[in-house]
């Protein structure tokens, strides 16, 4: 069975461009998670969506956004790029509404480096 | 607010040694712990969880101790292998409030085996 699977890999994007950042949950998975991780810091939430509606959002400004599929694949896009916004972006899925019980399974991460 | 911290930053132990990673959190609402652990360059996975009505917990080679009076949680690895080096992180979350949940990660503890 795949795991979370993310797109791309790697992200090279110039100060001031929009970014937009993929993720495909485990079959089965309702939820997904978006989470900024800085170097040398840890795992910041971003946003949470769950059944196609943001649920949930952390201490970001507006300029981070998403949104998921109907198949409850999610994008998250980042219009105008700051550098501070170079970071590792992970996403995680679970099931429907709570992570209780049930580990959030994590992606590989989409590197995002902005120059 | 919430926060979930790590009392030391770095780690070395010997390799077979018993490793302790700790953990603090400020959310006295929480009520679910996981410790994920952060291969260089890949997502977080699932190490070992626990409810907050539980104080201990044994998996395999790894158990996690939760004091809720101090709000403390570690993760103890026996016998630490190479491939034990990583990075860990601890995580809690609360019940759902108006549905919305999420994980609150602490910054990190790198553990290195020595050979």
Redesign the interface.
């Given at each position: 069975e795949a795991g979370?699977t993310q797109s791309p890999t790697h992200l090279i994007k110039t100060r001031g461009q929009q970014a937009t950042l993929r993720c495909s949950p485990i079959s089965g998975h309702t939820s997904v998670?978006w989470?900024q991780q800085a170097l040398g810091?840890?795992?910041?939430?971003l946003l949470?969506y769950?059944e196609g509606e943001e649920?949930?959002r952390?201490n970001f400004p507006p300029r981070f956004s998403g949104r998921q599929f109907p198949n409850y694949s999610s994008e998250l896009n980042v219009n105008a790029l700051e550098l501070e916004d170079s970071a590792l972006y992970?996403c995680?899925s679970s099931f429907f509404?709570?992570?209780?019980?049930t580990?959030?399974?994590?992606?590989?991460?989409t590197r995002l480096t902005v120059v | 607010g919430e926060s979930?911290g790590l009392h030391l930053p770095t780690l070395s132990v010997q390799e077979g040694d018993n490793s302790i990673i700790n953990c603090a959190y400020s959310n006295s609402a929480s009520?679910?712990f996981?410790w994920?652990k952060q291969e260089s360059?890949?997502?977080?996975?699932?190490i070992i969880?626990i409810r907050s009505n539980m104080d201990k917990r044994q998996g395999q080679r790894v158990t996690v101790l939760l004091n809720k009076t101090v709000k403390h949680l570690s993760l103890q690895i026996a016998a630490t292998q190479p491939g034990d080096s990583a990075v860990y992180?601890c995580?809690e979350?609360s019940p759902?409030i108006q549905?919305?949940?999420?994980?609150?990660?602490?910054?990190?503890t790198r553990l290195t085996i020595n050979p």
């Open positions: 979370v998670y989470y810091l840890g795992l910041q939430f949470w769950d649920r949930n952390g992970l995680a509404r709570t992570v209780m019980n580990e959030a399974f994590f992606g590989q991460g | 979930v009520d679910y996981i994920y360059g890949k997502g977080p996975q699932f969880d992180f995580a979350t759902p549905g919305a949940q999420k994980l609150v990660f602490g910054q990190g």
